[in-house]
């Protein structure tokens, strides 16, 4: 059985940094997009990033290009999302997905969801 799970999450000034971790279990595979969502109250949930476990290719939303860095052990089966110049909107619950798709209306997690984790940006 897979299983995700997140950690990193907390609060933190605006320009500050967070990382967050998702370790998988379970998985017998490294041929995976595994990526990171979030989710704001009020609002739907959002692609955040996202990274090829088998190769070096990674794809970001344009609201956090430049500010975050997604990245994987594949020993571990853990992807990490640094975040640094964080703002109040980036305050929200982010969820790790293992299978992540590119789809003609945007970025869909098909496979198994962690249980999120709270990062609030704020003074």
């Known amino acids: 059985q897979v299983q995700l799970v997140e950690s990193g999450g907390g609060l933190v000034q605006p320009g500050g940094s967070l990382r967050l971790s998702c370790e998988a279990s379970g998985v017998t595979s490294n041929n995976y997009v595994m990526g990171w969502f979030r989710q704001a109250p009020g609002k739907e949930r959002e692609f955040v990033a996202a990274?090829?476990?088998?190769?070096?290719?990674?794809f970001y939303a344009d609201s956090v290009k430049g500010r975050f860095t997604i990245s994987r052990d594949n020993s571990k089966i853990t992807v990490y999302l640094q975040m640094n110049s964080l703002k109040p909107e980036d305050t929200a619950v982010y969820y790790c997905n293992l299978n992540v798709r590119r789809t003609t209306i945007g970025w869909l997690g098909v496979g198994s969801w962690g249980q999120g984790t709270q990062v609030t940006v704020s003074s």
């Open positions: 990274i090829r476990l088998n190769e070096r290719i990674t």
